[in-house]
């Protein structure tokens, strides 16, 4: 059940120059959240900025009541928030989301992200090894050596863990999507999880439909109340003719969708 | 200590309602507060037939605003009625339907059914920015609004509130228009129209290019806006625009208002209006105000 919360900031760490992690006290986010849900945070008591910032989250600790979200410094509001101390509280609203990633028994699975797209799929891969015996391939893309995050987290949560850097300064050079179809060309998955830059989703969609192999998504778009109620998040419906078309929205449907019934 | 107040008929047990389009039907907000408390909830704009809305981006955040191009996304009226109707009439408040059209027929026959509808009130928007034909179109002049308010007023028995357009010259003249015509209340403001570009790629933020600008920016036109309809016409005003905190609703009151809706204060946080309905009778304590009908229309002007 969603709920709007004074949740207090309990632990922030500073992951690269304009990335943080914050973990907060929220129990009753923590008790029915799922891996691929997102909260909206609002900065700071003030109308300016006005509206609250979606943020996936990372870590779900049940037991702790505690959640975790990670966030890049792109504007004003994630800049107040950046400032945010510990011992302050964050006025949350969350478990926000009904189009979560499916937990379930697979054979195997191949979870892929790119940049700071990667954070949503921490708690998928952590639930799979936790809950299920499905073996975890993971496969993360970053720019460059510089801007690689959370490689033992995701080595903890997999069976194998394949980093690639577009310039090759760190690990395999080239494209995280590159590596995911040549080895499950080799073995096949029972599904593909993305989340991630634009280009790489769609990349990922498209394969996944070819090699008809189920695939979830998850998206973003700019969203103002993310309850559902603004219509203003939305992606057009697979099927729905050009002239024609039907919509959904991340923060109802999604934000993770099944590849074949979005168009991206 | 009294807040009721009766808009065109429509008895609320205080003035705070919620706006069109920000608070859905009723449904996701009742999850996170009491929308019992509410003296009424204006529905999103609900048309004859579904409507799919607009291309994204649809939403860009401004400075204390926000523009929206959703295009009146909605399920029409009879998925409206069959679904949300009945859940929305478990809550003990008043539920007014915002209807809209892209021509006067289509308005005609929503309203005839709206009319058979277990429902308080219609919110006619004659003023949406966001889409192509009829709504704005219709709503800028004297003529065009009364010409499809008394259209409507002919099939409607119910409590008929005219919602106007802020992207006008002379509000009074729209009003008049409402109020020649039979309306029994009017409300304004709609959103402003407006624009933002993105410096890097040169072109709008909205896929829509142009939206509807709502928010705590709006507030001082709202204001006035709703003191020059005050003058201009004897029928009750629902007024909106910025409102996010009780001093705002007293503001809006004291300009004209018999009653206001919160918007875009809703995405702020679930709880804005029931912390304005709060914060209103705070007001009144302080102030010495036995009755909130007092304030309506009591500014002294400079
Ligand atoms: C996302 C969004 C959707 C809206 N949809 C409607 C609508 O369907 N019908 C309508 O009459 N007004 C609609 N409005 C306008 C509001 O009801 C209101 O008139 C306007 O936003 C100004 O009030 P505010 O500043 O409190 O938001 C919409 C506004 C927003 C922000």
């Not at chain 2, 920000?22 to 449904?27: E, H, L, V």
């Not at chain 2, 339907?97 to 928007?125: F, H, P, R, W």
Request: a neutral charge; charged letters at 25%; aromatic letters at 6%.
């Amino acid at each position: 059940m969603k709920v709007n919360i004074q949740a207090k900031i309990i632990k922030k760490e500073k992951l690269l120059n304009d990335l943080y992690k914050f973990s907060v006290e929220a129990k009753e986010i923590a008790e029915s959240a799922k891996p691929g849900n997102f909260i909206e945070v609002r900065v700071q008591n003030s109308i300016e900025p006005l509206l609250r910032r979606p943020i996936s989250i990372y870590n779900i600790e049940k037991e702790q009541g505690i959640i975790e979200f990670i966030f890049q410094v792109k504007g004003k509001g994630t800049n107040i928030l950046a400032q945010r101390e510990v011992g302050e509280e964050l006025d949350i609203i969350g478990p926000l989301g009904y189009g979560t990633f499916t937990i379930k028994n697979y054979n195997k699975v191949a979870i892929i992200g790119g940049g700071i797209g990667t954070f949503p799929l921490y708690e998928l891969a952590k639930e799979l090894k936790q809950t299920t015996n499905t073996k975890v391939d993971t496969y993360i893309g970053f720019r460059t050596k510089e801007l690689v995050v959370l490689e033992k987290e995701f080595e903890q949560v997999s069976d194998n863990l394949i980093i690639t850097t577009d310039d090759g300064s760190y690990k395999t050079k080239g494209f995280a999507i590159n590596e995911l179809k040549q080895n499950v060309e080799k073995e096949p998955v029972d599904m593909i999880f993305a989340c991630g830059p634009l280009p790489m989703l769609k990349a990922v969609q498209s394969y996944a439909i070819e090699k008809n192999i189920p695939c979830q998504i998850s998206l973003e778009e700019k969203m103002a109340c993310g309850l559902g109620v603004c219509l203003g998040c939305a992606v057009k419906t697979k099927n729905s003719p050009q002239d024609q078309p039907q919509y959904w929205h991340v923060c109802k449907a999604g934000p993770v969708f099944d590849a074949t019934d979005v168009e991206i | 200590m009294n807040l009721e107040v009766n808009l065109a008929g429509i008895k609320m047990k205080n003035p705070v309602t919620v706006a069109s389009g920000t608070f859905g039907y009723g449904r996701e907000y009742s999850e996170l507060i009491d929308i019992s408390k509410l003296g009424a909830i204006v529905t999103k704009g609900t048309s004859l037939k579904p409507k799919a809305g607009n291309k994204p981006p649809r939403v860009y955040e401004t400075t204390a605003g926000m523009l929206n191009s959703i295009g009146l996304q909605n399920p029409g009226v009879e998925y409206f009625a069959q679904n949300d109707l009945p859940f929305l009439r478990k809550f003990d408040t008043k539920i007014i339907v915002n209807a809209c059209g892209s021509t006067q027929e289509e308005y005609v026959e929503l309203c005839k059914i709206l009319n058979t509808l277990d429902i308080d009130g219609v919110e006619l928007n004659l003023s949406c920015p966001n889409v192509k034909a009829g709504c704005m179109a219709f709503g800028t002049t004297y003529e065009g609004v009364k010409q499809i308010t008394s259209s409507v007023r002919k099939v409607l028995d119910k409590p008929l509130i005219v919602k106007l357009t802020p992207n006008v010259t002379n509000i009074q003249e729209p009003a008049k228009g409402a109020e020649d015509a039979g309306a029994d209340a009017i409300s304004l403001i709609n959103t402003l129209l407006g624009m933002s570009i993105d410096i890097n790629t040169r072109r709008p933020h909205l896929a829509n290019n142009m939206g509807g600008l709502s928010g705590p920016a709006i507030k001082p036109v709202g204001v006035r806006m709703v003191y020059q309809a005050h003058n201009a016409v004897k029928i009750p005003i629902l007024g909106l625009g910025g409102i996010v905190t009780g001093n705002d609703v007293i503001e809006y009151m004291l300009a004209g208002a018999t009653a206001i809706s919160i918007g875009t204060g809703n995405f702020i946080s679930p709880d804005t209006s029931i912390k304005a309905i709060e914060q209103i009778e705070e007001y009144m304590r302080k102030n010495k105000i036995e009755d909130i009908n007092e304030i309506i229309g009591k500014v002294q002007m400079n």
